[in-house]
């Protein structure tokens, strides 16, 4: 890691302390506990599920994987780190990397599982259900207060030079493996090597994927969060979409690429650049200021436009916006906030911690905020043809263009997603032009 990186993460962790301490202190707390949390083995069982740390944790510590450890943090005082480290000859334990950061906290390697020393007003975050009862028992404190969790919260959602970094370090792993995802497409592999081919060349297993990757052909294409990797490839190609991504430093990328194969009307190809120019068009727009339910509202009107400049549409871009036939061919929202969690944090909240919800026409949408500088977001419009939603349209006067979405709807749909930083002056993509 190059000697820039180490010097920003220790700003960034100077930032923290300033800024726990300020919460700390205004929220009357003298001293805060972050578990790690732990997996838990899967019902009688001793095998447990892939595990991933707790943000409030790997946001002081970006070991996406640490578990049973905890972090106190006292107003005006060094953090303390108890990193949960037993002598095991099953495992390789776990370790603290020669990094300088390392030095800004105290570290306690502990060989048993401990209870967190506080002092004073005491809170606890994090995930402490499945804690031993005894070890439950004698931590007097209160637990995930709503006040501070929504102070934290609201801190996660800017982000410091050094988590641009990594976000951006993240973002260019991830294109590496869309590209080899795309390059096996085009050599006719399934979703199943294409999976293999995108872990290979993003550099990670697939237990550290930020979330499931998304690897749909052709109708699969359509299905939101589809979760499968059919083995075999299909004899016709009509498209493959690809939502995948990879953590750096614990800080995630989620970027969305979809493709047109050789079995796919001329029109699908078409239909993908439109989508491309979409995502610009809306990034374009993107400063501090800017209120995102609107940027997701103009998504729709635009999205209105390209349905009747492709013919998909035959009525006015008021009435495919005004009649929900925007909305059945895209349901989910323009995007959310991005950072420790792939749907981060305060997304929803106003900065108070007051709620914030999605708009009752669009309670898919994750992020209701006015973009301000600091903040990264996906841009990530869509144009789906889901037999679901769409049929109900069917049954009115609604002049869609039927038989062109029936040519279509092989081809599942389309979703071009990039990660985007709010800065001072506009917006800074991070995604690499691809
Ligand atoms: N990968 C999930 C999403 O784009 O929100
Ligand atoms: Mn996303
Ligand atoms: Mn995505």
Redesign the pocket.
Known sequence: MSTTLFKLQQDHLAHLQRAYSDILIAQGIDSLAIYSGHANAHFADDQTPTFQAYGHFLHWVGLANVQHSWLVIQPGQRPQLYLYSPADFWHLPTSLPEEPWVAELDIHLCNDKITPPLIGRAAVIGDVKHLETNTQQSIHAEYQPSELIHALDELRLFKTPYEVACLREANRLTIAGHQAAQAAFVGASGELDIQLAYLGASRQRESDVP?QN?IGLNSHAGVL?YQHYDLHTPKQRHSLLV???RRFRGYCA?I?RTHAGPDAPSIFGELITAMHGLKDVLIEHIAPGVEFVALHEQMHQRLGEILIAHDLFKGSVEEAVNEGVTRAFCP?GL??SLGLQ??DVAGLRHSDGTPAPAPELHPAL?LTRTLRTGMVV?I?PGLYFIPMLLAPLRNTSLPVNWELVDALTPCGGI?I?DNVLVTESGYDNLTPAQ
């Open positions: 979330y998304i969060h939502d995948a991504g989620d969305t989910h995007g959310h792939v749907h994750r996906t990530e979703r997603e």
